[in-house]
């Protein structure tokens, strides 16, 4: 009986101890946690948070490149045969005048065609760097280079360093469908704004998706053509050729050049618009592949993220349960 009433008075001393052993056994394990332990969870968490967000934004990214890519093909395929055609309007001038880019005039007038929006690649500044030649080429003590620009992209480089030397600036050409009516009224106002013995047309002629060729074409006045006629050079055959009704030679020069001028105005505006939407669909699909290339490397960074983080959860509940075990 004694050791019956022992053992209860031992029981009621430790009761207290046993029923608080859940709170214990809490506590040890907060405390084995230290707050450097803490801080670096929570870094780590805020670590893929902020590699889930780049991913996303890739992925739109992504989505956007390959949009504007099939746009850029749409557009294309549109003006490409448009494009073809017009090639045979400004051949015959080219055999009957010739192209004479040589040509050694004191009045010139270079021609820029760009376009108004970006994401083409490198096709403005390659009209831009042929533009600033030409110019250089033909400078001179008793010499005059002007520009007219024809797009937005262009101006915005011309105007940096030949401010004074801009004579004309169009631009949003093609907001509406080109069209012949459209290119004559644009080359009406370059023939009565700007005084020139020899026009310099640069722009790129569409090959290919992938390719585009830099092209320079001349357009010489009138008087410049009657005079290389009467000298006997190159232009000397058009006194071959017989006129008939009441118009003069003179005459007839100036609508020809005229007519010359805006059918290859015409043909390099077209040309050029291929050329933009082939290099932005070369752009774009170059863009699309990039962002999957990061994509897949963020995808990997995140996984090996997350797998550490893993890791470490783990690691840190096995010490906690080995220390309350010990």
């Known amino acids: 009986m004694a050791m019956a009433a022992a053992l209860r008075r031992e029981g ?6 046993i029923s608080s052993q859940q709170p214990i056994n809490t506590t040890l ?5 230290s707050p450097e332990q803490s801080s670096i969870g929570g870094a780590r968490s805020i670590s893929t948070q902020i590699v889930r967000n780049r991913m996303k934004s890739v992925k739109n990214i992504q989505k956007i490149t390959k949009a504007m890519k099939m746009v850029a093909a749409s557009k294309l395929r549109a003006v ?13 001038f080219t055999a ?13 007038v270079v021609i820029t065609v760009s376009s108004d929006k970006g994401l083409c690649g490198g ?7 042929i533009s600033r030649a030409l110019s250089r080429l033909n400078s001179g003590p008793e010499k005059e280079t002007k520009y007219v620009i024809l797009g937005e992209k262009a101006k915005a480089q011309l105007i940096r360093d030949s401010k004074n030397d801009i004579a004309l600036s169009l631009t949003e050409l093609q907001k509406n469908p080109l069209n012949y009516t459209q290119i004559s009224v644009l080359a009406d106002d370059i023939l009565k704004n700007v005084e020139y013995d020899a026009l310099r047309i640069v722009f790129n002629k569409f090959h290919s998706v992938v390719q585009f060729i830099p092209t320079v074409s001349t357009v010489l006045s009138p008087e410049v053509v009657e005079r290389e006629a009467e000298t006997g050079g190159r232009l000397g055959e058009l006194d071959a050729y017989e006129i008939e009704g ?14 010359q001028f805006s059918c290859v105005m015409f043909n390099a505006v077209l040309e050029n618009a291929c050329s933009e939407q082939g290099a932005r669909m070369s752009a774009m699909d170059s863009s699309s592949r990039n962002a999957g290339d990061m994509l897949d490397r963020l995808t990997l960074t995140y996984n090996r993220t997350r797998q550490a983080s893993i890791t470490t959860e783990l690691i840190e509940i096995i010490s906690g349960a080995s220390a309350l075990t010990g």
Do not use: C
């Open 12 to 17: 009621k001393r430790l009761a207290p101890l």
């Open 29 to 33: 394990r907060s405390s084995l946690i």
């Open 80 to 92: 490409q045969t448009r494009a073809e055609n017009s090639r045979g309007l400004w051949q015959p």
């Open 96 to 108: 009957l005048l010739g192209d004479a880019i040589s040509i050694d005039v004191k009045k010139n």
């Open 123 to 129: 096709i403005n500044s390659t009209s831009v760097k």
């Open 246 to 259: 009441g118009e003069t030679k003179s005459e007839i020069l100036q609508n020809l050049s005229e007519f």
